[in-house]
Each structure stands twice: as structure tokens, then as C-alpha cells.
């Protein structure tokens, strides 16, 4: 199933994604003047941070949905795929903020940014780590496999360790500057059913239509006592892997 982004739901429910990816654009570092690539760059939210600061930005979304958006902040956007992006200009920074983790062919991803980067530019990204939302990938595949389905086929993700992320940007010949993994629980606005159903598309694919918003539900309700409290509201398991790389001079 293609997974489809509702621009509009996105601003409400999955704000805190481009909130976090603002430490990117703190890795980065871009100077103004710099022509910089958001890959995955949803609705623009950082995109347009870049621009504000004085970069030349292009951002980059697979969803023409999300690529409208962006064009609506007065932001050059263009709809493209990591794994089949081609040569779109040479860039001083490529920056990606959890967008990674759905392009499955990594290392397509990883020739295509090292392709349109010029050289000594740096590449910076975050993306789920081996470990991200696991909670919900057991419970929905769980719930998948009792219906009689492979999950395998469904789950749309990809959470790398760090050594196997790293090997594949090495083996392109990247130069690693930096690379970490962490945890961040996080706090997500409203019910899990709504995150389901921004993220999880994937999942239901082989569930009848009708059939849907029970499933969802049923997962929030497996899911409650590992990611819910009175106080706290809905924490999301959520692992990082984020790091920096440079393209070599020669
Ligand atoms: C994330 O790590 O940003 C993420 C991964 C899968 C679904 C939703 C978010």
C-alpha cells in the first residue's frame, strides 16, 4: 500500500517530527549562501527554517501532497524519490529528518545523495534506529500474522543499527564525522489510533476497509499498558540514529 501524507494531519498530529529535526539543521550548520537538499522534507517545516537563515533550498518528498505544502511556504520543492532521485543539482548540504527509515533500499538512497552532493559536502540525517517503535511493529505484526498474514510484507520500515548504516555509507566513501543512537520516548498529541493512522497505512493494507479503524483500536488497546499513563498520556518508543558525514574532497 502506498502510504499517503495528509498535509493537514500532519501539521496537527506529527508536529513534534519536524520540531525534533531542528537539531539537525544544528549539525548541519549551513552557512547562507548554501545550497542545501531537504530529502523527505514533508511539509516544508524545515525546509523552511534553512531558507530563513539564507540557504538556497530544494526540498525533496516522494508525496505530491506534501511537496503542495511546501511550495505553499514560497519554498522551491520538488516530488522525488531517495532511491531513484537521479542528479538534481550539486549541493553543499543534504539534510534528512525522519525520512530515511522509509526508503527500504538504502543503499539507492545512499548513491543518489552521494550523487548530488558536490564534493566535501556534508550529508546529516535522523531516521529510526534498530529498536524504533518496536511496541508498535510487534503488536501490529502480531495482530497481522493472527489474521493470517506475512507482516513481513507490510511493515514499511527500515531502523538500521548504527554499524550497518555506517558500513553502508563507508562503502559508498563517505567520511564519517559523526554518528550516535538514542532513545527518545515520545510524546505524541492525541490517541494512538490517530498515529496509527498517519503512519501505519502499511499495516492495514490486507485488512478490508471496514475492517480498519477495528484493528487500529485493537492495537491501541494491546499497546495501552506499555505506552499509556494518566500523567503522561501516549509515549511512543521511539529510537534514533542520527549522524554526520562529509563526501571527500578527491
Ligand atoms: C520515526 O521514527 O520517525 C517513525 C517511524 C515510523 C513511523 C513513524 C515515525
Known sequence: MIQKWDPKSYAKDAAFVSIYGEELITLLAPIPGDKVMDL?????????????????????????????????????????????????DEFDGIISNAALHWMRRPEKVIANVWLNLKPGGV????????????SVVETLSSLLERRGHDSKLHNPWYFPTEEEYSELLMAQGFNINTTSTFSRPTKIKGDLVSWLRIFAQ???????EKERDFFYK????????YLYSEKNGWIVDYVRLRFKVYRPTS
Do not use: H, W, Y
Not at 56 to 80: F, H, M, N, P, Y
Not at 202 to 208: L, Q, T
Not at 218 to 225: D, I, N
Open 40 to 88: 523527505g522534507c514533508g511539509d516544508g517545516f524545515l525546509t523552511e527554517k534553512m531558507a530563513e537563515i539564507g540557504c538556497v533550498v530544494t526540498g525533496v518528498d516522494a508525496s505530491a501532497a506534501q511537496v503542495g505544502a511546501t511550495k505553499e511556504r514560497g519554498i522551491k520543492a520538488v516530488v522525488g524519490n531517495g532511491e531513484s532521485l537521479g542528479l538534481l
Open 218 to 225: 485493537e492495537a491501541e488497546t494491546a499497546l495501552r499498558p
Open 123 to 134: 550529508f546529516v540525517g535522523e531516521m529510526g534506529a534498530k529498536g524504533n517503535v518496536s
Open 202 to 208: 502499511s499495516f492495514v493494507a490486507p485488512i478490508e
